[in-house]
Structures are given as C-alpha cells and as structure tokens.
Nanobody, 120 residues
Framework: QVQLVESGGGLVQAGGSLRLSCAAS????????MGWYRQAPGKQRELVAT???????NYADSVKGRFTVSRDNAKNTVYLQMNSLKPEDTAVYYC??????????????WGRGTQVTVSS
C-alpha cells in the first residue's frame, strides 16, 4: 500500500505560479512512476505530468514548457511546479503513483486531490 498526501493548491491569478507537493508513505520501494493528474468540473481526469524512476518524464501538451515535475527521493515527495498559469488550468489536481509488486502486479494509487483555481 502507498499513501499519497497533496499540498500546495490554492487561488492564483493568471500568469502566476504555484508548486504542488505530494508526500508518499508506505511501500515506497515498489513505486515506479509518480506524477500528477487533474480533473476540471464536467471533464474526465487527465494526465498532467509523470516522472518514472528512470528519469523519463511525460507531459500533457497543454502544460509543456510551463509545468515541471520533479522528485525528492530522500523525502519521498514529488512536486509539480506550475508557471504561467491559465484559467483553463483550474482543476482538482491528484497525485498518482504506480507500483509493481515482486510478482509483476501493478497497482495505481491516488491522493485525495488539491484544488487549483486560476482567476482571469
């Protein structure tokens, strides 16, 4: 089991910045990928950015060049630095972790989410 707790959301004006944090606990050694998804009202949850243990990152086209995902392994924490925020970035942001067990079973874990609101 992996527990994920997000922090850092809030209200910001368009063009501003926020940094989200996600602290992981539990079976951290099994985590292969961590990252962020978001869900806006009336829309499906969508990928924002992920970071694999290999260092490979994956970003949604809509956030490339503006958002940066990073990880502090010593603190078991993943971050999302969001710059040049736009009103369309308004959503609940969820921390995500993918684990692989010794037998190859994969599991997805989610945090409870943190609200990001960008005013125009």
């Amino acid at each position: 089991q992996v527990q994920l707790v997000e922090s850092g959301g809030g209200l910001v004006q368009a063009g501003g910045s926020l940094r989200l944090s996600c602290a992981a606990s539990g079976s951290i050694f099994r985590v292969n990928v961590m990252g962020w998804y978001r869900q806006a009202p009336g829309k499906q949850r969508e990928l924002v950015a992920t970071l694999a243990n290999s260092g490979i990152t994956n970003y949604a086209d809509s956030v490339k060049g503006r958002f940066t995902v990073s990880r502090d392994n010593a603190k078991n924490t993943v971050y999302l630095q969001m710059n040049s925020l736009k009103p369309e970035d308004t959503a609940v942001y969820y921390c995500y972790a993918l684990t692989h067990s010794a037998t190859g079973i994969m599991n997805n874990y989610w945090g409870r989410g943190t609200q990001v609101t960008v005013s125009s």
